[in-house]
């Protein structure tokens, strides 16, 4: 047996194939390649970040770029507490929380980074931020030691290490009193530290009244890591060895810091508590030489690098198109590389370079991402706004498209058609309404065949489907449909057949009420005018001729002018 | 826009509805249904946005709605309605009209009716658009063309209307106990009277001008002959079915397909539309003269013609503000009810001071508050 293949859009059709023609019926498989859309609760993120979507796409270009930077940096914690949203709903399903959790993690990152672009100074915090964010477990462990019965003989009690490795000294300062309270001899070692802790300069821009330069602080924070300096050589600690590690750590000191790993977890923890304590006042631009040397350090030198360190390295490199590079490959939607590099895009970030295929990175990747939509029988519709955000190739996909989604109901040709109709796809329209017009009449639908063809304005099916009634008419000698032809109002006008039927129609209606001379002069302006299909002269003739013998009719001038119309054409 | 909360639910919404509330009890309702479409397993689920079993602590969860139970539906949920306080009615997009029931013990649903083949072509299914009950009976109207009368808990159909419309028929509403209006998709509207056999309507009327498919109606809850009805242009008319063929008033609404129009039950100066557009407008008459409200759009009215016949009986300012429609005088107001940059708002639904409504982007937004 062999496999035949042939690409969708979305999806590969599998089949088994003999070479020889043979009986049986093959089966053929459908293979998708991207399970996620099909995801309940994921669907969930990818309607609401639409909404962001196109939010972003909104705000005005002639904004000045300080009022903007702010609304990016909301627009992206927005996208992230979709995120967050729903990792909190997909508790079950691991899989896919790792991930959310891996891309949050690096969306943080690049708003730290790039968007918010903090400088130096509040960078680091920035970063601790970060840090802390994710790794939320600090509080439950504390609250865990705290509640418990004795905290201090808790044994994870000396975790308030983690406190201090996270720079929240209030927090360390309020567990370490507890302890003291258990150890009064010890009471003047605790006093001691307790005070360095609350004396650590924090580069704070925010304080009323008093802006730091960074030179100050840096003056200040020098000092202040002397003292302790001096606090460890004059071995205050030395009779306590967590306590005097907390010391080391407040220095900076690498080997105390390592020997802690399992509570850092991570190299980017390691990196970020190194900073608060050895360069607080590190630069942007310096944040890659410190991020590769922790990872050097923390990591084992065997293991090989997982696709997240290395996108983070990236990120701490300020290299963009690298991380965006690397998250294409690792993750196997283009959700998050897509509104990602939307978002830095409208930050001016990118360069624009571009590519061999597709017009630029930010076109390219939501393309992918919008035709990946395209192919779900429900989220296609987000996927139109995303095309028309994609100036030079989104209409053609569009156009591509829109004409092979299904319908199965007038309420979602009417749909398709409406968005058509918003981007001037007129051909699209035409088409779709032809294929609803065809549907209608094979059901012998001909009101609803009217109404599509008039919507298309599609005169020629309009014709068409005169031509049935007229068909029916000398089929069987009485119109069908009456309700339909006895209001057409100005749809009459759309093609000659139709004003034909409707004014032919109102000539049966008039005889009907016995308005002869009306009836004849309808009948004398239908023959002149020209609109009478060939087929029907005899007929128009013999409806003629009861209508000479009516006394109304002038049937002298009547008759030559039948005869005329008869002669003359 | 305070009091709207938007509820992600992983379906399209094609319809929304409130269970209705006994008449003595003054409650506000707590529990709506709604029917997805365009989904490969489409579904009907009941909500609660009631206090009781919502123990949230954070206060931006409360009055989120919270799923009942759920139920696979086959095809897409057309229509919906609730026939009485335990069954729904569903119109599905394969011709089949269901009615579901609704246990309160358990908090499940299960199909207690079915019609499979209720609206057809002579060869395949024809969706079944629009269903309207006034228990037990309940009437359905059809792409077909037809109008099918049933009774709940008898097996056969009660009554078929043959060859009722040349087009298909989108929505339909009961005028009296033994009449109902329809509307098609060129334009017309028809009134049909049970009493009478055959197969014709009583009365047709459409607008002089362009014939705009109309996709819903909804009648006057006081005042039987007056009619609102919006259609593929965004258009909102008001109908005076005694009068002749023509609308009584015409106003600008929505940029796209008006998909359902509501008078409020109790309240009739209040009007609500929804549409393709993404907007969802509250109309609000008032019979003073004040000064409009800063949260109140105008919007542009064109005036067709002015009533001359008073109506018997009801509220003569309240019913004159639809018929006149004068945005001179400070009587209309409309107001969006929603954030904007939305996809479709397919239905919306309003009892008391609550308003539901679902939309194309898989959301359902409760609002508790509505200024009536």
């Known amino acids: 047996k062999h496999l035949g293949f042939v690409w969708g859009p979305g999806d590969i059709l599998v089949y088994e194939t003999i070479y020889k023609a043979s009986g049986g019926c093959p089966f053929v498989h459908e293979v998708r390649k991207d399970e996620d859309i099909y995801s309940p609760i994921l669907r969930k993120l990818f309607n609401e970040s639409h909404h962001i979507f196109v939010g972003l796409q909104r705000i005005r270009e002639d904004l000045p770029s300080k009022n903007k930077k702010p609304q990016f940096v909301s627009i992206s914690k927005n996208y992230r507490s979709v995120i967050r949203a729903c990792m909190e709903e997909l508790q079950q399903v691991a899989g896919i929380v790792s991930i959310l959790l891996a891309v949050e993690l690096i969306w943080n990152l690049c708003e730290v980074l790039f968007i918010d672009a903090a400088p130096a100074g509040s960078l680091v915090l920035h970063l601790l931020d970060w840090v802390r964010l994710h790794k939320a477990d600090v509080d439950e462990k504390a609250r865990e030691v705290l509640a418990s019965e004795s905290p201090a003989e808790h044994q994870a009690y000396w975790d308030v290490i983690s406190y201090v490795l996270q720079g929240r000294m209030d927090e360390a300062r309020q567990v370490l009193v507890k302890q003291a309270a258990l150890q009064p001899a010890a009471r003047v070692m605790f006093k001691l530290l307790d005070n360095l802790l609350m004396k650590m300069p924090i580069f704070n821009v925010h304080s009323p009244g008093e802006t730091q330069t960074l030179t100050e602080f840096d003056v200040k924070w020098r000092h202040w890591r002397e003292e302790v300096d001096h606090c460890l050589q004059d071995q205050s600690f030395a009779s306590n060895r967590h306590l005097e590690d907390i010391c080391k750590i407040l220095v900076g000191d690498e080997d105390v810091l390592l020997e802690y790993k ?123 706004d995303y095309f028309d955000h994609c100036p030079e190739f989104g209409r053609v996909y569009l156009e591509l498209q829109i004409e092979r989604v299904p319908l199965d109901t007038e309420r979602k040709a009417l749909k398709v058609i409406r968005i058509c109709e918003q981007r001037q796809m007129t051909e699209q329209v035409r088409s779709i309404c032809k294929i609803m017009a065809k549907k209608a009449l094979r059901n012998n639908r ?90 029907f002269w005899m007929t128009l003739l013999t409806d003629a001729l009861p209508l000479l013998e009516q006394k109304e009719v002038n049937w002298p001038t009547t008759l030559t002018s039948i005869l005329n119309f008869f002669l003359l054409t | 826009m305070d009091g709207i909360n938007a509820k992600y639910v992983s379906k399209k919404i094609s319809k929304t509805r ?51 139970c759920e139920y696979k539906h086959n095809g897409d949920v057309l229509d919906l309605q609730f026939l009485d306080q335990d069954r729904i009615v569903t119109a599905s997009s394969t011709g089949a009209v269901t009615i579901f029931r609704h246990h309160h013990n358990s908090q499940t649903l299960s199909v207690s009716q079915l019609w499979e083949r209720a609206h057809h072509y002579p060869c395949n299914n024809a969706p079944c658009t629009g269903v309207v009950c006034n228990s037990p009976e309940i009437v359905t109207v059809g792409e077909d063309g037809r109008i099918m009368l049933f009774r709940a808990d008898q097996e056969g159909v009660l009554r078929t209307i043959e060859m009722a419309d040349s087009s298909a028929i989108h929505a339909v509403t009961f005028l009296r106990t033994t009449e109902i209006l329809t509307v098609n ?45 919006g259609g593929q242009d965004g258009m909102l008319c008001i109908w005076d079915v005694r009068q002749g063929n023509m609308p009584i008033s015409l106003m600008e609404a929505h940029t796209s397909e008006m998909w359902e129009v509501h008078f409020h039950p109790s309240n009739p100066g209040h009007l609500f539309s929804c549409s393709e557009d993404g907007s969802l407008l509250h109309w609000e008459t008032s019979s003073n003269t004040d000064t409009p409200s800063l949260q109140g759009n105008r919007i542009k009215l064109l005036i067709i013609s002015r009533s001359a016949i008073a109506p018997a009986g009801g509220n003569q300012s309240l019913i004159n503000a639809w018929l006149t429609g004068d945005s001179s005088k400070g009587h209309l107001e409309t107001t969006h009810m929603l954030p904007s940059q939305m996809l479709s708002v397919n239905s919306l639904d309003v009892l008391g001071q609550c308003l539901v409504c679902g939309t194309d982007g898989e959301a359902i937004y409760v609002n508790r508050y509505v200024p009536i």
């Open chain 2, 185 to 229: 998709s060129i334009g017309q509207l028809k009134l049909w009277d049970f009493r009478q056999p055959g197969n014709e309507p009583s009365q047709i009327l459409s607008l002089t001008g362009d014939r705009v498919p109309l996709h819903c109606v909804d009648r006057h809850p006081n005042q039987q002959h007056i009619v609102a009805t």
């Open chain 2, 18 to 68: 409130w269970r209705p509330v006994s008449s003595s009890s003054l409650q506000q309702p707590d529990i709506f249904a709604t029917g997805s479409w365009d989904n490969e397993d489409n579904s009907i689920s009941i909500w609660s946005i009631g206090e009781n079993g919502v123990s949230s602590m954070d206060d931006e969860f409360e009055g989120d709605p919270q799923l009942l």
């Open chain 1, 262 to 384: 399992e509570l850092l977890s991570t190299w980017y923890h390691f990196l970020v508590t190194r900073l608060l304590f050895s360069h607080p006042t590190v630069k942007p631009t310096e944040l890659h030489y410190y991020a590769q040397s922790s990872m050097h350090m923390f990591l084992d030198t065997r293991s090989v690098p997982e696709p997240l360190d290395s996108i983070l390295l990236a990120a701490f490199e300020f290299d963009i198109h690298q991380v965006i590079k690397d998250c294409s490959i690792a993750l196997n939607n283009w959700w998050f590389v897509g509104h990602l590099t939307d978002l830095l895009d409208h930050c001016k970030l990118l360069q624009s370079h571009n590519l061999h295929f597709g017009s630029n990175l930010r076109e390219f990747l939501l393309l992918e991402y919008a035709s990946g939509l395209f192919t779900h029988h429900s989220l296609w519709q987000l996927a139109v």
């Open chain 1, 446 to 535: 001909l009101g609803s065949a009217l109404s599509w063809s008039i919507r298309a304005k599609d005169a020629a099916f309009a014709t068409l489907i005169s031509e049935r009634f007229l068909q029916d008419y000398c089929a069987k000698g009485t119109f069908s449909d009456l309700d339909l032809i006895d209001n057409l109002g100005p749809a009459m006008l759309l093609s000659d057949r139709l004003t034909f039927l409707g004014k032919y129609r109102e000539f049966h209606r008039l005889y009907g009420e016995k308005r002869f001379s009306d009836a004849a002069k309808l009948l004398l302006s239908l023959m002149t005018a020209k609109i009478a299909p060939h087929s």
